[in-house]
């Protein structure tokens, strides 16, 4: 089974700091995507990546950065949080982007920005 | 602009009785479709997909059917059960580029006992 984890279920944070959300999966999988969910707008793709070190923008990247520098793990960072990314982030894997393999995703992290 | 949506933002259905969510799409150059399944807490899960060659798909008691001329598909459940309550997500992808999922809006499914 394929398993996608997120370093923290709940998280709160203050205006203006940094925050790091980090995802692992275990199946060496080629791709990997951060998603984040609101009422009554579904699931929005802030950034994906390929492969290590390779990122692309999604819909709605500003805001946001990324780094994958091992193959397992693909971190989403919030240079400077504020109130309008309070949200669910949700991580996502693919084995690749040459399949129609579906995604899997982790259990999410909801993030509340005070 | 939603490429993918799912105008009902909810549907309550009797146990036992059929459930039918609804999707519409604008891409036509979307040629893959996938259902997912969300309960509060968890991330989404794959429950079905449907490739455009085909205009229906069956696994157990999920059904989907894709109408590509309405750019349209559905997702049957029968019988539905109150395990099914959940919120359920339409996505589309096309063959060309990332092949990356475009998800609607998401319907919340109550399946009353």
């Known amino acids: 089974d394929v398993k996608v984890t997120q370093s923290s279920r709940y998280l709160v944070k203050r205006t203006g700091e940094k925050v790091f959300l980090e995802c692992v999966q275990d199946?060496?999988?080629?791709?990997m995507f951060w998603y984040r969910q609101d009422p009554g707008l579904g699931l929005r793709l802030i950034y994906f990546?390929?492969?290590?070190?390779?990122?692309e923008k999604g819909d709605i990247p500003e805001g946001y950065s990324v780094s994958r520098e091992k193959k397992e793990r693909f971190s989403l960072i919030l240079e400077s949080a504020s109130t309008n990314q309070t949200s669910m982030y949700l991580c996502a894997s693919r084995l690749s982007s040459w399949t129609r393999d579906t995604q899997y995703f982790g259990p999410g992290t909801r993030l509340t920005v005070l | 602009d939603q490429q993918v949506k799912q105008n009902s933002p909810s549907l309550s259905v009797q146990e036992g009785r059929i459930s039918i969510l609804n999707c519409d799409y604008t891409n036509s150059m979307f040629d893959y479709f996938l259902w997912y399944k969300k309960y509060p807490a968890e991330g989404p899960t794959f429950l079905i997909s449907?490739?455009?060659?085909?205009d229906k798909n069956e696994d157990g008691r999920f059904t989907v059917f894709l109408n590509k001329s309405a750019k349209h598909l559905s997702l049957h459940i029968v019988p539905s059960q109150p395990g099914d309550s959940a919120v359920y997500f339409c996505a589309a992808s096309a063959a060309h580029g990332a092949n990356n999922l475009f998800f609607g809006t998401g319907t919340r499914l109550t399946v009353i006992p």
């Open positions: 199946m060496d999988h080629e791709n």
């Open positions: 449907i490739s455009s060659i085909k």
């Open positions: 990546s390929y492969d290590v070190k390779m990122k």
